[in-house]
């Protein structure tokens, strides 16, 4: 099992930054995936970009160049680095930890934190 815990979101102008954090709890390995995901009323949760073990991290077209993901192996948490935000970021921010067990896909997710861009 594991329990994944994000932080870090709230209201921020449009061109500010945030930083959001995941600590991730119980049987981690480091060549799990992780990542970030993201959530508006009424739409699909969306990739925001993900990271397996320590590989370059993949991004969404619309967040490349403004948000970076990186991960602290050692304790172990994610991080999303957002900067020149805008109003369109608006949304719930969702770190997901996906594991392989027999060729299955196990995922796990947070709670969320909320961020709001204001314009």
């Known amino acids: 099992q594991v329990q994944l815990v994000e932080s870090g979101g709230g209201l921020v102008q449009a061109g500010g930054s945030l930083r959001l954090s995941c600590a991730a709890a119980?049987?981690?390995?480091?060549?799990?995936?992780m990542g970030w995901y993201r959530q508006t009323p009424g739409k699909q949760r969306e990739l925001v970009g993900n990271?397996?073990?320590?590989?370059?991290?993949h991004y969404a077209d619309s967040v490349k160049g403004r948000f970076t993901i990186s991960r602290d192996f050692a304790k172990p948490f994610l991080y999303l680095q957002m900067n020149n935000l805008k109003p369109e970021d608006t949304a719930d921010y969702y770190c997901?930890?996906?594991?392989?067990?027999?060729?299955?896909?196990?995922?796990?997710w947070g709670k969320g934190t909320l961020v709001t861009v204001s314009s």
């Open positions: 119980g049987r981690v390995l480091d060549i799990d995936e």
């Open positions: 997901n930890l996906k594991q392989w067990n027999s060729g299955a896909p196990q995922d796990y």
């Open positions: 990271k397996i073990g320590d590989d370059t991290p």
